[in-house]
T-cell receptor
Framework: AQSVSQHNHHVILSEAASLELGCNYSYGGTVNLFWYVQYPGQHLQLLLK??????LVKGIKGFEAEFIKSKFSFNLRKPSVQWSDTAEYFC????????????FGTGTRLTIIP | DSGVTQTPKHLITATGQRVTLRCSPR?????VYWYQQSLDQGLQFLIQYYNGEERAKGNILERFSAQQFPDLHSELNLSSLELGDSALYFC??????????FGAGTRLSVL
C-alpha cells in the first residue's frame, strides 16, 4: 500500500536556525513527491515538487528538498528559518500517472521562536 | 489565491442533519478532489472526479456522496451527520499535470 510518513510531529527552532524535516515514502513504481505548507487558518500551498530529473529541487520561500531513492526519502530543508515560517508542513506522494490522489503524511508543526 | 473556491467557509449544524459543500475548481481544471482534515485522522483523501465522472474513491463513508457537474464545479454531500464528522473539508483541482491546488476549505462543526 502507498504510504508517506513524517517522523517529526512538532519542531521548535529559533530564527536563523537550519531546518530539516523528514519524509519517507513507500510506493510501488515511480512516485511524484510534494511538500505543502499550511499557515495558521489557511489552505494548503505547494512549496515544491519532485517528478523526475535532478533530485535536488528548489521551491518557494527558500525551501529545498532532496529525493534520495535508496533511502525512500524526500526531506525538506531550509538553511535559515524565519518567524514567518511557523506553519504545518505536509509531505505527500502520488503515482506518476497524472491526476492521481495525494497520500499525505501526518504533518509536522514547525514553531519558530523570534 | 489558488483559484479554487470553496463555500461556505464555516458550517455549524446538528447531528443527524445533511449539508452540502461546494467547490469551484481552477479555470480549465477537469479533476476535482475532496479531502478531510481532522485531528485524529490527518489529511485523508475522500473522492475524485474527472470531467464529471467518479475517478477514485478513498476513505469516504457511505453517508457521504459527491458529484461533479457539467460546469465542473463539485459538491460534497454529507448526511446523517455525527459528531465525528466535524473536520475541515478541502477541495483541490488539477489540470494536465499532477499538481493539486487547494481551496481554503470548509470548516464543519457538528453539535
Amino acid at each position: 500500500a502507498q504510504s508517506v510518513s513524517q517522523h517529526n510531529h512538532h519542531v521548535i527552532l529559533s530564527e536563523a536556525a537550519s531546518l530539516e524535516l523528514g519524509c519517507n515514502y513507500s510506493y510501488g513504481g515511480t512516485v511524484n513527491l510534494f511538500w505543502y505548507v499550511q499557515y495558521p487558518g489557511q489552505h494548503l500551498q505547494l512549496l515544491l515538487k519532485y517528478f523526475s530529473g535532478d533530485p535536488l529541487v528548489k521551491g518557494i520561500k527558500g525551501f529545498e528538498a532532496e529525493f534520495i531513492k535508496s533511502k525512500f526519502s524526500f526531506n525538506l530543508r531550509k538553511p535559515s528559518v524565519q518567524w514567518s515560517d511557523t506553519a504545518e508542513y505536509f509531505c505527500a506522494g502520488a503515482t506518476n500517472f497524472g491526476n492521481e490522489k495525494l497520500t499525505f503524511g501526518t504533518g509536522t508543526r514547525l514553531t519558530i521562536i523570534p | 489565491d489558488s483559484g479554487v473556491t470553496q463555500t461556505p467557509k464555516h458550517l455549524i449544524t446538528a447531528t443527524g442533519q445533511r449539508v452540502t459543500l461546494r467547490c469551484s475548481p481552477r479555470s480549465g481544471d477537469l479533476s476535482v478532489y475532496w479531502y478531510q482534515q481532522s485531528l485524529d485522522q490527518g489529511l485523508q483523501f475522500l473522492i475524485q472526479y474527472y470531467n464529471g465522472e467518479e475517478r477514485a474513491k478513498g476513505n469516504i463513508l457511505e453517508r457521504f456522496s459527491a458529484q461533479q457537474f457539467p460546469d465542473l464545479h463539485s459538491e460534497l454531500n454529507l448526511s446523517s451527520l455525527e459528531l465525528g464528522d466535524s473536520a475541515l473539508y478541502f477541495c483541490a483541482s488539477s489540470g494536465n499535470g499532477n499538481i493539486q491546488y487547494f481551496g481554503a476549505g470548509t470548516r464543519l462543526s457538528v453539535l
